[in-house]
């Protein structure tokens, strides 16, 4: 009985002595390179174990074949239970977009080691890219109580309140953010945006002059700084600004949308033509890109191409387009055909009610093509009635018009309305 026992201990002893010499000529190949003859060699062992099924999926890991991965992970976990397998199956189901499954492995580990607060906070993350916002938020307040000083936390629970839509508590988290991190990059241009948004200069200056000492190139907060300087008007501080983030990122949508607005506003045509025609070569769908070019046109009476860039406009996209409308029938009005100026100031105003100029124009073109006033004289009470405030100009005109009609019908016995 001893002596069956000695040699079945010995076999096994001799077995894996042989299965770790094969590992280790195994990791010599996958150290070298020679991963194919290494996942040859894992296949021909003909007792697989954890050991085998991990050294696969570590190999098919590093050529980025992840469900391989996954699956050789999986088959690992069925001979035994082992925190590093688990983890690396978690990030590589995110990987996959199998989320569920990941963020079920993190709640087992986290269950079984409720004070690991890297699991913690690798989960809360996980539920925030998953949208999982109200969890996140109570995992993000759980690890504040456990470390107060972490400044990553506080900026992960204001990102879970911007989700949540709450301005106040997600500012006050960036915050927090800042005094226990001031060099918090991400916090800080989260602070210059939320302020952007709130039209808190100071605060936006200051958090946009904090960021910048620190990362002068960083993009996001030099765009916020181009939003803020355009908003006042500021149009030249803006340029420097934009060519060094066109220099950064070069053929990017915002940088030539933004030089093409400022050289509009700056009357420097050419270049503004040039920006907006290189904002259609990135995004063709922009339609409000037509738009400007239109408007160009008609600054410089080039009303034929101002009728086409309109006109693109208005077939390119299906958003609100009074705008669009208005400038075409613009370009219409001053190629002497009023009455395709007439249709169009129409469309403009369906598309806008609240388009007050568009409103003025169809009363005023009615007016001077008909000599029926009835019709003109309505357009001028609507006028008169909704936009009375909006224009001196404009309404000392209406005025004038609906007491001239309604006097030449008294005078004639005809009824008006």
Same mark, same amino acid.
């Given at each position: ?109 986290? =269950? ?74 991400? =916090? ?90 290189? =904002? ?138």
């Amino acid at each position: 009985m001893k002596k069956r026992i000695l040699i079945v201990l010995l076999f096994v002893v001799v077995k894996a002595g042989a299965q770790s010499s094969a590992f280790s000529a195994i990791d010599s190949l996958f150290e070298n390179g020679r991963y194919q003859i290494a996942l040859i060699k894992l296949k021909e062992i003909k007792t697989p174990s954890f050991l085998s099924n991990y050294k696969t999926a570590v190999i098919y890991e590093s050529i980025d074949n992840y469900k391989r991965t996954a699956y050789f992970l999986e088959q690992a976990l069925s001979f035994k239970e082992d925190k590093k397998a688990s983890l690396k199956l978690a990030k590589v189901y995110q990987k996959i977009k199998k989320s569920d499954k990941s963020i079920a492995i993190y709640e087992n580990l986290l =269950a079984k080691d409720t004070l690991n607060l890297v699991l913690e906070y690798q989960l809360g993350k996980l539920y925030l890219t998953n949208k999982k916002i109200k969890k996140a938020t109570l995992i993000f307040k759980d690890l504040i109580k456990k470390d107060s000083t972490n400044a990553y936390y506080s900026y992960q629970l204001g990102l879970a309140y911007s989700y949540l839509s709450k301005r106040n508590k997600m500012i006050n988290s960036f915050i927090s953010t800042y005094k226990k991190d001031s060099t918090h990059i991400k =916090a800080i241009s989260k602070l210059a945006l939320s302020f952007f948004k709130l039209r808190d200069k100071d605060s936006t200056y200051l958090f946009i002059d904090r960021g910048l000492v620190l990362q002068p190139n960083h993009v996001s907060i030099n765009r916020i700084k181009v939003n803020q300087l355009y908003r006042e008007k500021k149009y030249e501080e803006t340029i420097p600004i934009l060519l060094k983030l066109d220099s950064i990122e070069k053929m990017e949508l915002y940088n030539n949308t933004m030089l093409g607005k400022v050289y509009y506003n700056l009357e420097i045509f050419d270049k503004a033509k040039e920006r907006f025609k290189n =904002a259609l070569k990135i995004d063709s769908e922009d339609f409000k890109m037509f738009t400007y070019l239109g408007h160009i046109d008609m600054k410089q009476k080039n009303f034929t191409s101002a009728m086409m860039n309109y006109y693109r406009a208005t077939i390119t996209d299906k958003h609100k387009r009074d705008e669009e409308f208005y400038g075409l029938a613009n370009a219409y009005y001053e190629m002497k055909n009023a009455k395709r100026a007439l249709v169009f100031y129409e469309k403009a105003f369906q598309e806008n009610t609240r388009n007050y100029k568009a409103k003025f124009q169809i009363a005023k073109i009615t007016d001077d093509l008909y000599k029926d006033k009835k019709m003109a004289f309505k357009h001028f009470k609507y006028y008169e009635e909704r936009f009375l405030d909006k224009d001196k100009e404009m309404t000392t005109y209406v005025s004038k018009r609906i007491s001239d009609i309604k006097k030449d019908y008294f005078m004639r016995g005809e009824k008006l309305e």
